[in-house]
């Protein structure tokens, strides 16, 4: 399968804490991006990473991307209670092919405590 | 500027029925794709379209259509319902389809529950 996947499946944390969200795939990429869904909602493009950076920001967000490993990390600081969502990674694949499609992991379900 | 729309939100069939879902994009986007999500499955892509052909298709037996019209709105179908496709169905647009894929724009979904 190309679709990536995340680790943790769930991770539970109090606000103000950071949360950390990792996520691997198996072919090689152009870019890999994170999205965030709150239950039962659309998808929320949080920050895309393209395969030559290894590192970006935004906001309170911190994507690193490793081709070597072929991993990601999210790491969201300062956390709130109104992060709590389910983050997706998912990767757009190096193919040569001008059609987009997007491969989605199954997701860490993040639940940030008052 | 509006975003995705989906209609209806929710909805109930009961097996052997078919329904259709509709999806309009944001103003300027030309290239719908359609994703089922289920908790066991996790997003699969269904299919993209763009100038009102089919450009990529996903790994969904035939019973699931769609379709593109000049406007750029989208349709998919699902006919002879099983109990398994029960599911949110999401459409998602971005501008064009060329190159490497940039940022997608989902709608909220269809949520479809089939009896």
């Known amino acids: 399968s190309q679709q990536g996947e995340e680790d943790p499946q769930a991770l539970s944390i109090q606000e103000g804490e950071n949360a950390t969200m990792n996520c691997s795939y198996k072919t090689s990429i152009n870019n890999l991006q994170w999205y965030r869904q709150n239950s039962g909602r659309g998808l929320v493009h949080l920050i895309l990473i393209r395969s030559n950076e290894r590192e970006k920001h935004s906001g309170r967000l911190r994507v690193t991307l490793d081709t070597s490993k072929k991993s990601s990390s999210l790491l969201i600081t300062a956390s709130r209670a109104a992060d709590t969502a389910s983050y997706f990674c998912?990767?757009?694949?190096?193919?040569?092919?001008?059609?987009?499609?997007?491969?989605f992991g199954r997701g860490t379900q993040l639940t940030v405590w008052p | 500027k509006a975003g995705v729309t989906q209609t209806p939100r929710y909805l109930i069939k009961t097996r052997g029925q078919q329904v259709t879902l509709s999806c309009s994009p944001i103003s300027g986007h030309r290239s719908v794709s359609w994703y089922q999500q289920t908790p066991g499955q996790g997003l699969q892509f269904l299919f993209e379209y763009f100038s009102e052909t089919q450009r990529n298709k996903g790994n969904f037996p035939g019973r699931f259509s769609g379709r593109q019209f000049s406007n750029s709105r989208s349709e998919m179908n699902v006919s002879t319902l099983e109990l398994g496709d029960s599911a949110l169905y999401l459409c998602?647009?971005?501008?064009?389809?060329?190159?490497?894929?940039?940022?997608?724009?989902f709608g909220e979904g269809s949520r479809l529950t089939v009896l």
């Open positions: 998602a647009t971005k501008t064009n389809p060329g190159g490497n894929t940039g940022e997608l724009f």
């Open positions: 998912a990767t757009d694949p190096d193919r040569g092919s001008t059609l987009g499609r997007l491969y």
